[in-house]
Protein backbone atom coordinates (compact mmCIF):
# COMPACT_ATOMS: atom_id res chain seq x y z
CA UNK A 1 0.00 0.00 0.00
CA UNK A 2 1.65 3.52 -0.75
CA UNK A 3 1.74 6.26 1.45
CA UNK A 4 -0.42 8.15 -0.42
CA UNK A 5 -3.18 5.11 -0.20
CA UNK A 6 -2.51 4.50 3.49
CA UNK A 7 -3.21 8.76 3.85
CA UNK A 8 -6.35 8.72 1.96
CA UNK A 9 -8.21 5.53 2.99
CA UNK A 10 -11.80 5.88 4.17
CA UNK A 11 -11.84 4.66 7.63
CA UNK A 12 -8.68 5.45 9.83
CA UNK A 13 -6.97 2.64 11.47
CA UNK A 14 -6.19 5.29 15.40
CA UNK A 15 -6.51 8.29 16.21
CA UNK A 16 -2.60 9.27 14.96
CA UNK A 17 -3.77 7.67 11.61
CA UNK A 18 -6.60 9.78 11.38
CA UNK A 19 -4.70 13.41 12.59
CA UNK A 20 -2.27 12.44 9.91
CA UNK A 21 -5.03 11.86 7.47
CA UNK A 22 -6.15 15.46 8.35
CA UNK A 23 -2.84 17.18 7.72
CA UNK A 24 -2.24 15.51 4.10
CA UNK A 25 -5.63 16.45 2.81
CA UNK A 26 -4.79 20.04 4.47
CA UNK A 27 -1.47 19.96 2.66
CA UNK A 28 -2.92 18.70 -0.73
CA UNK A 29 -5.63 21.72 -0.68
CA UNK A 30 -3.08 24.09 0.43
CA UNK A 31 -0.70 22.66 -2.79
CA UNK A 32 -3.07 23.32 -4.75
CA UNK A 33 -4.04 26.66 -4.72
CA UNK A 34 -0.82 28.42 -7.05
CA UNK A 35 -0.57 31.19 -5.06
CA UNK A 36 -0.44 30.20 -2.15
CA UNK A 37 2.35 27.55 -3.08
CA UNK A 38 4.45 30.26 -4.70
CA UNK A 39 4.30 31.92 -1.29
CA UNK A 40 5.15 29.36 0.44
CA UNK A 41 8.18 28.43 -1.93
CA UNK A 42 9.33 31.86 -1.49
CA UNK A 43 9.24 31.68 2.40
CA UNK A 44 10.56 28.39 2.09
CA UNK A 45 13.74 29.44 0.12
CA UNK A 46 13.74 32.77 3.00
CA UNK A 47 14.46 29.92 5.52
CA UNK A 48 16.76 28.58 3.11
CA UNK A 49 18.88 31.36 2.10
CA UNK A 50 19.33 32.39 5.56
CA UNK A 51 20.43 28.90 7.13
CA UNK A 52 23.07 28.79 4.19
CA UNK A 53 23.99 32.33 3.95
CA UNK A 54 27.80 32.40 4.35
CA UNK A 55 28.00 30.14 1.20
CA UNK A 56 25.50 31.89 -0.77
CA UNK A 57 26.67 35.15 -0.07
CA UNK A 58 29.20 36.24 -3.33
CA UNK A 59 31.03 38.64 -0.91
CA UNK A 60 31.67 39.68 3.02
CA UNK A 61 28.70 41.71 3.51
CA UNK A 62 30.28 44.25 6.43
CA UNK A 63 33.76 44.40 3.87
CA UNK A 64 34.03 47.44 2.59
CA UNK A 65 36.02 48.39 -0.92
CA UNK A 66 36.00 52.32 -1.29
CA UNK A 67 37.73 51.96 -4.54
CA UNK A 68 34.59 50.25 -5.92
CA UNK A 69 31.91 52.75 -4.55
CA UNK A 70 27.87 52.31 -6.02
CA UNK A 71 28.88 50.20 -9.14
CA UNK A 72 25.96 49.16 -11.20
CA UNK A 73 24.25 45.50 -11.01
CA UNK A 74 26.61 43.15 -13.42
CA UNK A 75 30.45 41.92 -12.97
CA UNK A 76 31.41 40.19 -9.78
CA UNK A 77 28.79 42.18 -8.10
CA UNK A 78 25.86 40.83 -9.03
CA UNK A 79 23.27 43.87 -7.69
CA UNK A 80 26.09 46.62 -7.34
CA UNK A 81 27.51 47.75 -4.27
CA UNK A 82 26.55 50.38 -1.94
CA UNK A 83 28.24 54.07 -0.94
CA UNK A 84 31.03 52.16 0.97
CA UNK A 85 32.04 49.72 -1.57
CA UNK A 86 30.26 46.71 -0.20
CA UNK A 87 28.14 43.84 -2.18
CA UNK A 88 24.72 44.43 -1.95
CA UNK A 89 23.38 41.05 -3.31
CA UNK A 90 25.55 39.80 -0.17
CA UNK A 91 24.25 42.41 2.06
CA UNK A 92 20.52 40.97 1.04
CA UNK A 93 21.28 37.34 1.55
CA UNK A 94 22.39 38.53 5.23
CA UNK A 95 19.81 40.69 5.82
CA UNK A 96 16.80 37.25 5.26
CA UNK A 97 18.39 36.49 9.10
CA UNK A 98 17.64 39.37 10.39
CA UNK A 99 14.16 39.87 8.62
CA UNK A 100 13.36 36.19 9.47
CA UNK A 101 14.51 36.34 13.41
CA UNK A 102 12.15 39.49 13.35
CA UNK A 103 9.40 37.94 12.31
CA UNK A 104 9.96 34.65 14.36
CA UNK A 105 10.91 36.36 17.31
CA UNK A 106 7.57 38.58 17.73
CA UNK A 107 5.36 35.56 16.58
CA UNK A 108 6.55 33.74 19.47
CA UNK A 109 5.92 36.40 21.81
CA UNK A 110 2.91 37.33 20.27
CA UNK A 111 1.16 34.10 19.84
CA UNK A 112 0.88 32.65 23.48
CA UNK A 113 0.53 36.22 24.87
CA UNK A 114 -2.73 37.05 22.36
CA UNK A 115 -3.89 33.37 23.03
CA UNK A 116 -3.88 33.51 26.76
CA UNK A 117 -5.24 36.69 27.08
CA UNK A 118 -8.12 35.97 24.50
CA UNK A 119 -8.76 32.85 26.25
CA UNK A 120 -9.15 33.84 29.98
CA UNK A 121 -11.30 36.55 28.89
CA UNK A 122 -13.84 34.38 26.70
CA UNK A 123 -13.83 31.79 29.48
CA UNK A 124 -14.32 33.66 32.51
CA UNK A 125 -16.21 36.87 31.38
CA UNK A 126 -17.05 39.70 33.86
CA UNK A 127 -15.36 42.17 34.87
CA UNK A 128 -11.86 40.07 34.03
CA UNK A 129 -13.31 40.27 29.97
CA UNK A 130 -14.21 43.92 30.01
CA UNK A 131 -10.87 44.76 31.37
CA UNK A 132 -8.73 43.25 28.74
CA UNK A 133 -11.40 44.10 26.13
CA UNK A 134 -10.91 47.47 26.80
CA UNK A 135 -7.10 47.79 26.41
CA UNK A 136 -6.94 45.28 23.24
CA UNK A 137 -9.73 47.76 22.23
CA UNK A 138 -7.54 50.55 22.85
CA UNK A 139 -4.38 49.05 21.54
CA UNK A 140 -6.09 47.61 18.06
CA UNK A 141 -7.52 51.20 17.36
CA UNK A 142 -3.79 52.93 17.26
CA UNK A 143 -1.96 52.83 14.34
CA UNK A 144 0.69 49.89 14.94
CA UNK A 145 3.43 51.86 13.58
CA UNK A 146 3.02 55.52 15.97
CA UNK A 147 2.88 52.59 18.35
CA UNK A 148 5.79 51.15 18.24
CA UNK A 149 7.74 54.34 17.18
CA UNK A 150 6.83 55.44 20.65
CA UNK A 151 7.84 52.37 22.51
CA UNK A 152 10.76 52.39 20.46
CA UNK A 153 11.71 56.11 21.68
CA UNK A 154 10.98 55.40 25.06
CA UNK A 155 13.42 52.20 25.15
CA UNK A 156 15.94 53.63 22.67
CA UNK A 157 16.54 52.98 19.56
CA UNK A 158 17.76 49.04 18.41
CA UNK A 159 17.29 45.78 16.79
CA UNK A 160 15.65 44.34 20.22
CA UNK A 161 14.08 46.96 21.00
CA UNK A 162 12.09 47.46 18.00
CA UNK A 163 11.28 43.70 18.63
CA UNK A 164 9.49 44.38 21.84
CA UNK A 165 7.68 47.18 20.40
CA UNK A 166 6.55 45.45 17.52
CA UNK A 167 5.46 42.52 20.03
CA UNK A 168 3.66 45.23 22.40
CA UNK A 169 1.96 46.28 19.46
CA UNK A 170 1.05 43.05 17.79
CA UNK A 171 -0.47 40.72 20.05
CA UNK A 172 -4.35 42.70 19.95
CA UNK A 173 -6.36 40.81 17.27
CA UNK A 174 -5.06 37.45 18.67
CA UNK A 175 -6.71 38.24 21.93
CA UNK A 176 -9.99 39.19 19.51
CA UNK A 177 -9.47 36.63 17.60
CA UNK A 178 -9.21 34.04 20.77
CA UNK A 179 -11.82 35.35 22.48
CA UNK A 180 -14.12 34.92 19.46
CA UNK A 181 -13.04 31.32 19.39
CA UNK A 182 -13.67 31.04 22.83
CA UNK A 183 -17.22 31.99 22.48
CA UNK A 184 -18.23 30.31 20.59
CA UNK A 185 -17.07 27.12 22.39
CA UNK A 186 -18.02 28.24 25.64
CA UNK A 187 -21.28 27.31 25.45
CA UNK A 188 -20.84 23.72 23.86
CA UNK A 189 -21.30 20.52 25.74
CA UNK A 190 -18.03 19.19 26.36
CA UNK A 191 -17.23 22.32 27.88
CA UNK A 192 -20.32 21.97 30.35
CA UNK A 193 -19.23 18.36 30.41
CA UNK A 194 -15.64 18.98 31.55
CA UNK A 195 -16.96 21.42 34.37
CA UNK A 196 -19.21 18.90 35.19
CA UNK A 197 -16.35 16.61 35.65
CA UNK A 198 -14.74 19.36 38.16
CA UNK A 199 -11.89 19.98 36.07
CA UNK A 200 -10.78 23.77 36.71
CA UNK A 201 -11.02 26.84 35.01
CA UNK A 202 -7.24 26.33 34.38
CA UNK A 203 -7.77 23.22 32.87
CA UNK A 204 -10.67 23.86 30.70
CA UNK A 205 -8.65 26.94 29.53
CA UNK A 206 -5.64 25.02 28.73
CA UNK A 207 -6.41 21.92 27.58
CA UNK A 208 -9.94 22.42 26.20
CA UNK A 209 -10.11 25.57 24.62
CA UNK A 210 -6.99 26.46 23.67
CA UNK A 211 -6.26 23.99 21.21
CA UNK A 212 -10.06 25.08 19.65
CA UNK A 213 -8.20 28.26 18.67
CA UNK A 214 -4.72 27.47 17.36
CA UNK A 215 -5.96 26.97 13.85
CA UNK A 216 -7.30 30.43 13.16
CA UNK A 217 -4.60 31.91 15.40
CA UNK A 218 -2.22 30.23 13.29
CA UNK A 219 -3.61 31.64 10.21
CA UNK A 220 -3.89 35.13 12.00
CA UNK A 221 -0.09 35.12 12.81
CA UNK A 222 0.82 34.18 9.62
CA UNK A 223 -1.15 36.99 8.03
CA UNK A 224 0.20 39.34 10.78
CA UNK A 225 4.14 38.66 9.57
CA UNK A 226 4.02 40.96 6.52
CA UNK A 227 2.51 43.33 8.55
CA UNK A 228 5.79 42.54 11.21
CA UNK A 229 7.80 42.79 8.05
CA UNK A 230 6.67 46.27 7.21
CA UNK A 231 6.63 48.06 10.38
CA UNK A 232 9.92 46.61 11.22
CA UNK A 233 11.17 48.20 8.06
CA UNK A 234 9.75 50.74 8.41
CA UNK A 235 11.24 51.40 11.78
CA UNK A 236 14.62 50.57 10.07
CA UNK A 237 14.17 52.74 7.58
CA UNK A 238 13.50 55.36 9.98
CA UNK A 239 17.05 55.35 12.17
CA UNK A 240 14.98 53.30 15.06
CA UNK A 241 15.62 49.81 14.03
CA UNK A 242 18.63 48.03 13.23
CA UNK A 243 21.53 50.37 13.28
CA UNK A 244 24.38 50.45 10.70
CA UNK A 245 25.96 48.68 9.38
CA UNK A 246 23.87 45.68 10.35
CA UNK A 247 22.22 44.33 6.99
CA UNK A 248 18.44 45.20 7.76
CA UNK A 249 16.54 45.95 4.38
CA UNK A 250 14.49 48.94 5.53
CA UNK A 251 17.87 50.74 6.85
CA UNK A 252 19.35 49.65 3.85
CA UNK A 253 16.94 51.73 1.84
CA UNK A 254 17.59 54.93 4.47
CA UNK A 255 20.99 55.11 3.87
CA UNK A 256 20.46 54.39 0.05
CA UNK A 257 18.10 57.38 -0.12
CA UNK A 258 21.11 59.56 -0.11
CA UNK A 259 22.48 58.30 -3.49
CA UNK A 260 19.22 57.08 -5.38
CA UNK A 261 19.01 59.66 -8.24
CA UNK A 262 22.34 58.69 -9.64
CA UNK A 263 22.50 54.86 -7.95
CA UNK A 264 18.72 53.43 -8.17
CA UNK A 265 20.23 49.97 -7.53
CA UNK A 266 21.02 50.98 -3.47
CA UNK A 267 17.23 51.75 -2.92
CA UNK A 268 15.66 49.65 -5.60
CA UNK A 269 17.07 45.81 -4.35
CA UNK A 270 16.55 46.13 -0.98
CA UNK A 271 12.92 47.31 -1.23
CA UNK A 272 12.24 44.64 -3.74
CA UNK A 273 13.66 41.74 -0.93
CA UNK A 274 10.79 43.28 1.58
CA UNK A 275 8.26 43.83 -1.08
CA UNK A 276 8.63 39.68 -2.02
CA UNK A 277 8.86 38.73 1.46
CA UNK A 278 5.73 39.94 2.47
CA UNK A 279 3.83 39.53 -0.35
CA UNK A 280 4.95 35.61 0.28
CA UNK A 281 3.83 35.86 4.07
CA UNK A 282 0.40 37.71 2.47
CA UNK A 283 -0.36 34.90 -0.15
CA UNK A 284 0.52 32.01 2.18
CA UNK A 285 -1.49 33.09 4.81
CA UNK A 286 -4.50 33.59 2.63
CA UNK A 287 -4.45 30.43 1.09
CA UNK A 288 -3.58 28.94 5.02
CA UNK A 289 -7.29 30.57 6.23
CA UNK A 290 -8.83 28.73 2.97
CA UNK A 291 -7.66 25.30 4.49
CA UNK A 292 -7.91 25.93 7.88
CA UNK A 293 -10.97 27.85 8.15
CA UNK A 294 -13.33 27.49 5.28
CA UNK A 295 -15.89 29.35 6.76
CA UNK A 296 -14.44 33.10 5.96
CA UNK A 297 -15.15 33.95 2.00
CA UNK B 1 -43.34 40.19 23.82
CA UNK B 2 -43.37 39.32 20.01
CA UNK B 3 -41.97 42.22 19.23
CA UNK B 4 -38.76 41.78 21.85
CA UNK B 5 -38.06 38.83 20.82
CA UNK B 6 -37.47 39.47 17.42
CA UNK B 7 -36.18 43.18 17.81
CA UNK B 8 -33.37 42.52 20.59
CA UNK B 9 -32.79 45.82 21.99
CA UNK B 10 -36.49 46.75 22.13
CA UNK B 11 -38.00 47.03 25.66
CA UNK B 12 -41.34 47.53 25.99
CA UNK B 13 -42.68 50.53 27.93
CA UNK B 14 -39.36 52.42 27.35
CA UNK B 15 -39.69 55.53 25.95
CA UNK B 16 -37.66 56.42 22.99
CA UNK B 17 -35.97 59.10 24.13
CA UNK B 18 -34.57 57.45 27.25
CA UNK B 19 -33.75 54.23 25.13
CA UNK B 20 -31.39 56.47 22.84
CA UNK B 21 -30.10 58.36 26.07
CA UNK B 22 -29.24 55.13 27.33
CA UNK B 23 -27.20 53.99 24.26
CA UNK B 24 -25.58 57.23 24.24
CA UNK B 25 -24.59 56.96 27.79
CA UNK B 26 -23.17 53.40 26.69
CA UNK B 27 -21.09 55.39 24.12
CA UNK B 28 -20.18 58.22 26.20
CA UNK B 29 -18.90 55.93 28.95
CA UNK B 30 -16.84 53.34 26.82
CA UNK B 31 -15.23 56.74 24.56
CA UNK B 32 -14.17 58.21 27.87
CA UNK B 33 -12.83 54.69 29.24
CA UNK B 34 -11.12 54.20 26.30
CA UNK B 35 -9.55 57.73 26.62
CA UNK B 36 -8.51 57.52 30.15
CA UNK B 37 -7.03 53.80 29.27
CA UNK B 38 -4.93 55.83 26.53
CA UNK B 39 -4.02 58.82 28.73
CA UNK B 40 -2.55 56.00 31.19
CA UNK B 41 -0.81 54.20 27.96
CA UNK B 42 0.95 57.29 27.24
CA UNK B 43 2.16 58.26 30.77
CA UNK B 44 3.73 54.70 30.87
CA UNK B 45 5.43 55.27 27.77
CA UNK B 46 6.65 59.09 28.98
CA UNK B 47 8.04 56.70 32.21
CA UNK B 48 9.60 54.21 29.68
CA UNK B 49 12.81 56.79 29.19
CA UNK B 50 15.75 54.98 30.31
CA UNK B 51 17.24 58.40 30.37
CA UNK B 52 17.27 60.33 33.07
CA UNK B 53 14.87 63.15 32.06
CA UNK B 54 16.61 65.19 35.27
CA UNK B 55 20.28 64.88 34.38
CA UNK B 56 19.17 65.66 30.63
CA UNK B 57 18.28 69.13 31.87
CA UNK B 58 20.95 69.78 34.26
CA UNK B 59 23.73 67.66 32.79
CA UNK B 60 26.28 65.60 34.61
CA UNK B 61 28.14 68.05 36.17
CA UNK B 62 25.56 69.67 38.40
CA UNK B 63 25.45 69.01 42.15
CA UNK B 64 23.11 67.52 44.22
CA UNK B 65 20.85 70.76 45.64
CA UNK B 66 20.76 71.28 41.82
CA UNK B 67 19.92 67.95 41.06
CA UNK B 68 16.91 68.32 43.85
CA UNK B 69 15.65 71.40 42.79
CA UNK B 70 14.91 70.32 39.01
CA UNK B 71 13.56 66.98 40.03
CA UNK B 72 11.04 68.83 42.26
CA UNK B 73 10.32 71.21 39.75
CA UNK B 74 9.46 68.32 37.36
CA UNK B 75 7.54 66.88 40.18
CA UNK B 76 9.74 63.42 40.03
CA UNK B 77 10.28 63.27 43.74
CA UNK B 78 6.53 62.94 44.22
CA UNK B 79 5.61 58.97 44.46
CA UNK B 80 4.06 57.86 41.08
CA UNK B 81 0.41 57.87 41.73
CA UNK B 82 0.14 61.29 42.67
CA UNK B 83 2.69 62.48 39.33
CA UNK B 84 -0.09 60.32 37.38
CA UNK B 85 -2.55 62.66 39.00
CA UNK B 86 -0.48 65.66 37.74
CA UNK B 87 0.10 64.17 34.34
CA UNK B 88 -3.62 63.49 33.54
CA UNK B 89 -4.55 67.47 35.07
CA UNK B 90 -1.61 68.55 32.47
CA UNK B 91 -2.86 66.74 29.70
CA UNK B 92 -6.35 67.92 30.71
CA UNK B 93 -5.42 71.33 29.84
CA UNK B 94 -3.85 71.04 26.95
CA UNK B 95 -0.55 71.66 28.25
CA UNK B 96 2.41 68.95 26.83
CA UNK B 97 5.50 71.30 27.80
CA UNK B 98 8.27 72.73 25.53
CA UNK B 99 9.43 70.39 22.56
CA UNK B 100 13.15 70.27 22.75
CA UNK B 101 13.90 71.10 19.39
CA UNK B 102 11.99 74.62 19.14
CA UNK B 103 12.05 75.65 22.33
CA UNK B 104 7.94 76.34 21.79
CA UNK B 105 5.09 74.69 23.24
CA UNK B 106 4.01 71.35 21.59
CA UNK B 107 0.79 72.03 20.95
CA UNK B 108 1.89 75.57 19.51
CA UNK B 109 3.96 73.40 17.09
CA UNK B 110 1.81 70.46 15.90
CA UNK B 111 -0.87 73.22 15.54
CA UNK B 112 1.06 74.89 13.03
CA UNK B 113 2.31 71.87 11.57
CA UNK B 114 -1.05 69.68 11.36
CA UNK B 115 -3.28 71.77 8.41
CA UNK B 116 0.15 69.63 5.58
CA UNK B 117 -0.75 66.45 6.87
CA UNK B 118 -4.56 67.07 7.10
CA UNK B 119 -4.24 68.24 3.19
CA UNK B 120 -1.68 65.64 2.35
CA UNK B 121 -4.00 62.93 4.24
CA UNK B 122 -6.85 64.49 2.78
CA UNK B 123 -5.86 64.48 -1.17
CA UNK B 124 -4.94 60.72 -0.45
CA UNK B 125 -7.99 59.20 0.84
CA UNK B 126 -10.00 61.30 -2.15
CA UNK B 127 -7.50 58.60 -4.21
CA UNK B 128 -7.87 55.72 -1.89
CA UNK B 129 -11.42 56.01 -2.07
CA UNK B 130 -12.24 57.77 -5.32
CA UNK B 131 -10.34 54.11 -6.36
CA UNK B 132 -11.19 52.00 -4.05
CA UNK B 133 -14.44 51.94 -3.55
CA UNK B 134 -15.35 51.79 -7.87
CA UNK B 135 -12.43 48.88 -7.87
CA UNK B 136 -14.14 46.93 -4.93
CA UNK B 137 -17.86 47.30 -6.95
CA UNK B 138 -16.40 46.56 -10.33
CA UNK B 139 -14.74 43.03 -8.65
CA UNK B 140 -17.67 42.57 -6.62
CA UNK B 141 -19.90 42.24 -9.72
CA UNK B 142 -17.49 40.48 -11.68
CA UNK B 143 -16.39 37.84 -9.57
CA UNK B 144 -14.33 35.16 -10.56
CA UNK B 145 -13.69 37.05 -14.00
CA UNK B 146 -9.90 38.87 -14.81
CA UNK B 147 -10.55 42.02 -13.29
CA UNK B 148 -11.81 40.51 -10.25
CA UNK B 149 -8.10 38.87 -10.15
CA UNK B 150 -6.51 42.17 -11.23
CA UNK B 151 -8.23 43.94 -8.13
CA UNK B 152 -7.13 41.31 -5.95
CA UNK B 153 -3.66 41.61 -7.22
CA UNK B 154 -3.87 45.54 -6.82
CA UNK B 155 -4.50 44.93 -3.25
CA UNK B 156 -2.32 42.45 -2.17
CA UNK B 157 0.27 44.37 -3.60
CA UNK B 158 -0.63 47.47 -1.44
CA UNK B 159 -0.75 45.00 1.46
CA UNK B 160 2.70 44.24 1.10
CA UNK B 161 4.57 46.91 -0.70
CA UNK B 162 6.48 48.98 1.80
CA UNK B 163 5.25 52.78 1.48
CA UNK B 164 8.64 54.52 1.89
CA UNK B 165 10.40 52.40 -0.79
CA UNK B 166 7.52 52.92 -3.36
CA UNK B 167 7.72 56.89 -2.94
CA UNK B 168 11.22 56.78 -3.32
CA UNK B 169 11.12 55.03 -6.47
CA UNK B 170 8.10 57.31 -7.63
CA UNK B 171 10.52 60.02 -7.10
CA UNK B 172 13.16 58.26 -9.06
CA UNK B 173 10.98 57.94 -12.16
CA UNK B 174 8.46 60.83 -11.73
CA UNK B 175 11.12 63.56 -10.14
CA UNK B 176 14.55 62.60 -11.46
CA UNK B 177 13.67 60.85 -14.27
CA UNK B 178 10.61 62.31 -16.54
CA UNK B 179 10.83 65.42 -14.65
CA UNK B 180 6.46 65.86 -14.17
CA UNK B 181 6.13 66.49 -10.98
CA UNK B 182 7.64 68.79 -7.63
CA UNK B 183 10.17 67.15 -5.73
CA UNK B 184 10.54 67.96 -1.79
CA UNK B 185 8.63 69.93 0.35
CA UNK B 186 4.96 71.25 -0.15
CA UNK B 187 5.77 73.74 -2.79
CA UNK B 188 8.24 75.16 -5.17
CA UNK B 189 10.79 76.70 -2.39
CA UNK B 190 10.82 80.46 -4.60
CA UNK B 191 6.93 80.01 -3.99
CA UNK B 192 7.33 79.21 0.18
CA UNK B 193 4.97 81.90 1.85
CA UNK B 194 4.13 83.88 -1.33
CA UNK B 195 -0.09 83.31 -0.69
CA UNK B 196 -1.31 84.50 2.84
CA UNK B 197 -2.32 81.55 5.08
CA UNK B 198 -5.84 81.51 5.81
CA UNK B 199 -6.55 77.18 6.03
CA UNK B 200 -3.49 76.49 6.27
CA UNK B 201 -4.13 74.53 3.72
CA UNK B 202 -1.98 75.26 0.72
CA UNK B 203 -3.94 73.81 -2.52
CA UNK B 204 -7.12 75.82 -0.97
CA UNK B 205 -4.98 79.33 -0.06
CA UNK B 206 -3.70 79.59 -3.62
CA UNK B 207 -7.33 79.20 -4.70
CA UNK B 208 -8.21 81.56 -2.47
CA UNK B 209 -5.60 84.64 -3.05
CA UNK B 210 -6.37 83.47 -6.94
CA UNK B 211 -2.30 82.29 -7.54
CA UNK B 212 -2.82 80.06 -10.54
CA UNK B 213 1.45 79.45 -10.54
CA UNK B 214 1.40 78.32 -6.81
CA UNK B 215 -1.71 76.42 -6.97
CA UNK B 216 0.29 74.58 -9.84
CA UNK B 217 3.48 73.98 -8.18
CA UNK B 218 1.33 72.82 -4.75
CA UNK B 219 -0.13 70.35 -6.56
CA UNK B 220 2.57 68.88 -8.95
CA UNK B 221 4.46 68.60 -5.12
CA UNK B 222 1.26 66.88 -3.23
CA UNK B 223 0.40 64.01 -6.03
CA UNK B 224 3.16 61.58 -5.55
CA UNK B 225 2.86 61.24 -1.90
CA UNK B 226 -1.14 61.40 -1.66
CA UNK B 227 -1.14 59.39 -4.61
CA UNK B 228 1.54 56.43 -2.37
CA UNK B 229 -0.27 57.25 0.49
CA UNK B 230 -3.54 56.87 -1.17
CA UNK B 231 -2.88 53.74 -2.43
CA UNK B 232 -2.25 51.42 1.04
CA UNK B 233 -5.73 53.02 1.46
CA UNK B 234 -7.12 51.50 -2.07
CA UNK B 235 -5.90 48.07 -0.92
CA UNK B 236 -8.20 48.20 2.05
CA UNK B 237 -10.94 50.19 1.01
CA UNK B 238 -11.66 47.92 -2.49
CA UNK B 239 -11.57 44.37 -0.28
CA UNK B 240 -13.44 45.62 1.95
CA UNK B 241 -15.88 46.82 -0.52
CA UNK B 242 -15.64 44.04 -2.32
CA UNK B 243 -16.87 41.89 0.43
CA UNK B 244 -19.90 43.97 1.67
CA UNK B 245 -20.53 43.91 -2.09
CA UNK B 246 -20.67 40.27 -2.42
CA UNK B 247 -22.88 39.89 0.83
CA UNK B 248 -25.97 42.37 -0.75
CA UNK B 249 -25.45 40.53 -4.39
CA UNK B 250 -26.51 37.19 -3.01
CA UNK B 251 -29.38 38.55 -1.10
CA UNK B 252 -32.83 37.41 -2.58
CA UNK B 253 -34.05 41.10 -2.67
CA UNK B 254 -31.33 41.74 -5.89
CA UNK B 255 -32.66 38.60 -7.28
CA UNK B 256 -36.34 40.00 -7.01
CA UNK B 257 -34.90 43.18 -8.45
CA UNK B 258 -33.17 41.27 -11.71
CA UNK B 259 -36.72 40.09 -12.32
CA UNK B 260 -38.46 42.73 -12.52
CA UNK B 261 -36.50 43.73 -15.03
CA UNK B 262 -34.25 46.34 -12.90
CA UNK B 263 -31.11 47.23 -15.44
CA UNK B 264 -27.56 45.82 -14.24
CA UNK B 265 -26.67 49.14 -13.60
CA UNK B 266 -29.36 50.38 -11.37
CA UNK B 267 -29.46 47.05 -9.50
CA UNK B 268 -25.88 47.71 -9.03
CA UNK B 269 -26.02 51.41 -8.13
CA UNK B 270 -29.42 52.10 -6.69
CA UNK B 271 -30.19 48.65 -5.17
CA UNK B 272 -26.94 46.95 -3.65
CA UNK B 273 -24.71 49.84 -3.29
CA UNK B 274 -27.01 52.10 -1.63
CA UNK B 275 -27.23 49.31 0.76
CA UNK B 276 -23.68 49.58 1.50
CA UNK B 277 -23.08 53.38 1.97
CA UNK B 278 -22.63 53.22 5.80
CA UNK B 279 -20.23 50.54 5.66
CA UNK B 280 -18.16 52.39 3.03
CA UNK B 281 -18.08 55.28 4.61
CA UNK B 282 -16.89 53.89 7.75
CA UNK B 283 -14.26 51.63 6.12
CA UNK B 284 -13.45 55.17 4.60
CA UNK B 285 -12.90 56.97 7.63
CA UNK B 286 -11.07 54.26 9.50
CA UNK B 287 -8.59 54.34 6.88
CA UNK B 288 -8.65 58.17 7.00
CA UNK B 289 -6.69 57.59 10.51
CA UNK B 290 -4.59 55.24 9.41
CA UNK B 291 -3.37 57.43 6.69
CA UNK B 292 -1.83 59.48 9.53
CA UNK B 293 0.67 56.63 9.67
CA UNK B 294 1.58 56.34 6.62
CA UNK B 295 2.22 59.92 7.07
CA UNK B 296 4.79 59.02 9.34
CA UNK B 297 7.46 57.35 6.79
CA UNK B 298 5.54 59.43 3.34
CA UNK B 299 6.25 62.84 5.05
CA UNK B 300 10.46 61.65 6.07
CA UNK B 301 10.62 60.98 2.45
CA UNK B 302 9.01 63.82 0.76
CA UNK B 303 10.32 66.44 3.82
CA UNK B 304 6.87 67.29 4.18
CA UNK B 305 7.00 69.69 7.32
CA UNK B 306 3.92 68.09 8.93
CA UNK B 307 2.92 66.46 12.07
CA UNK B 308 4.83 62.95 10.82
CA UNK B 309 8.11 64.92 10.82
CA UNK B 310 7.58 66.23 13.59
CA UNK B 311 6.92 62.93 15.68
CA UNK B 312 10.23 61.65 13.64
CA UNK B 313 12.70 64.36 14.49
CA UNK B 314 10.83 64.23 18.25
CA UNK B 315 11.57 60.81 18.37
CA UNK B 316 15.19 61.01 16.86
CA UNK B 317 16.53 63.36 19.34
CA UNK B 318 14.35 61.50 22.71
CA UNK B 319 12.25 64.42 22.70
CA UNK B 320 9.77 62.80 25.27
CA UNK B 321 7.04 65.89 25.42
CA UNK B 322 6.70 65.76 22.05
CA UNK B 323 6.67 62.03 21.39
CA UNK B 324 3.88 61.93 24.46
CA UNK B 325 1.66 64.68 23.02
CA UNK B 326 1.87 63.18 19.78
CA UNK B 327 0.86 59.76 20.72
CA UNK B 328 -2.16 61.60 22.29
CA UNK B 329 -2.97 63.28 19.32
CA UNK B 330 -3.04 60.20 17.32
CA UNK B 331 -4.82 58.08 20.01
CA UNK B 332 -7.52 61.02 20.37
CA UNK B 333 -7.81 61.51 16.37
CA UNK B 334 -8.50 56.99 16.35
CA UNK B 335 -10.79 57.22 19.29
CA UNK B 336 -12.57 59.89 17.25
CA UNK B 337 -12.84 58.77 14.06
CA UNK B 338 -13.93 55.07 15.66
CA UNK B 339 -16.60 57.07 17.71
CA UNK B 340 -18.25 58.74 14.72
CA UNK B 341 -18.20 55.64 12.32
CA UNK B 342 -20.01 54.06 15.56
CA UNK B 343 -22.36 57.23 14.94
CA UNK B 344 -22.66 56.79 11.97
CA UNK B 345 -23.93 53.43 12.01
CA UNK B 346 -27.03 54.24 14.75
CA UNK B 347 -28.00 57.33 12.60
CA UNK B 348 -27.83 55.86 8.81
CA UNK B 349 -28.68 51.89 9.39
CA UNK B 350 -32.39 51.40 10.04
CA UNK B 351 -31.33 47.94 11.66
CA UNK B 352 -29.19 49.20 14.34
CA UNK B 353 -32.22 51.23 15.68
Known amino acids: MSVHAWLTVETAQSEFHASLQRLYAGWRSLIRNPLGSAGLAVICLLILVAAFAPAIATHNPYQQDLTAPLLPPGGSHLLGTDELGRDIFSRLIYGSRITLMIVVLVSVIVAPIGLILGTVSGVMGGIVDIVIMRVTDLFLAFPSLILALAFVAALGPGLENAIVAIALTAWPPIARLARAETLTVRGSDYIAAVRLQGASTRRIILRHVVPMCIPSVVVRVTLNMAAIILTAAGLGFLGLGAQPPMAEWGAMVSTGRRYMLDSWWVVTMPGIAILVVSLAFNLFGDALRDVLDPRGE | ?353
Open chain 2, 1 to 353: MRSSTTRPGWRPGVPALTRIAGRTGVLVGSTLSTLFLLLTLTFVIGRLLPLDPVAAIVGDDADQSTYEQVERELGLDKPLPQQFVIFLGRMLTGDFGNALLTNQPVLDDIARLFPATLELATVAIIVGAGLGVPLGVTAAVNRGRWIDHVVRVISLLGYSTPIFWLALIGLIVFYAKLGWIGGAGRVDIYFVGLVPERTGLLLIDSLLAGDREVFVSAFRHIILPASVLGYAAIAYISRMTRSFMLEQLNQEYIIAARAKGVSRRQMIWRHAFKNIRVQVVTIVALSYGSLLEGAVLIETVFGWPGFGQYLTNALLIGDMNAVVACTLIVGCIFIGLNLLSDILYRVFDPRTR
